[in-house]
């Protein structure tokens, strides 16, 4: 019964079906990054950061999955089908042509909701980091997507490859940002 209201909803309200679904997933790798780092490894007990889980529930809910949602209906439109070469053609796309610019709303989205001066200032030194594991990460897991996932299914199964990969996103922007390269003006 619960899968057939699982199908149900995704056939019915397949935008919030995989918002939700999207964004829980998002709030759930957060959740385990601060539960292991701030209760697990800190050697005195942290409260998790509620605000943080919010920030993540947001771009999960309202933005990341959006974009993927209407990305992989039109990748499937324009490139439907199983043969290798068009396997091929969606996997380069999504991580050459959808990743970068999904990243860059990752980025600037936690900027904007931390109230960040400089919205760039974590992408300029996280980016190419994030973008090549990423690539580490993506290519063989998008891979499996467009060969053996259905069509309805696809933000599905990348919001739960994502769990994953939201861990590795979290603890890539946990990490603490350089300061910028950028040399200071000379009077």
């Known amino acids: 019964m619960a899968l057939r209201l699982v199908k149900h909803a995704f056939s019915k309200y397949p935008v919030t079906a995989n918002a939700v679904t999207f ?12 539960v292991v780092t701030k209760k697990v490894l800190a050697p005195t007990p942290e409260p998790i950061d509620k605000a943080a889980l919010g920030r993540y529930a947001i771009f999960g ?17 324009k490139y ?30 936690m900027a904007l909701l931390e109230g960040r001066e400089d919205l760039f200032e974590e992408m300029r030194n996280k980016y190419v980091k994030t973008f090549q594991t990423s690539c580490l990460f993506w290519l063989p897991v998008q891979s499996v997507n467009f060969l053996f996932v259905p069509s309805a299914a696809r933000v599905v ?29 000379q009077d």
């Open 23 to 34: 964004g829980s997933l998002y709030v759930t790798a957060e959740l385990s990054q601060q």
């Open 61 to 77: 809910c309202g933005v990341g999955s959006h974009i993927l949602y209407f990305w992989y209906k039109w990748l499937d439109k």
């Open 80 to 109: 439907a089908g199983t043969a290798t070469k068009t396997i091929v053609k969606k996997v380069l796309l999504d991580q050459f042509l959808m990743t970068p610019q999904l990243l860059v709303a990752f980025y600037i989205t």
């Open 157 to 185: 199964y990348v919001g739960t490859s994502s769990l994953v990969w939201a861990n590795i996103l979290c603890w890539i922007k946990r990490q603490p940002t350089e300061p910028s390269q950028a040399k200071p003006v």
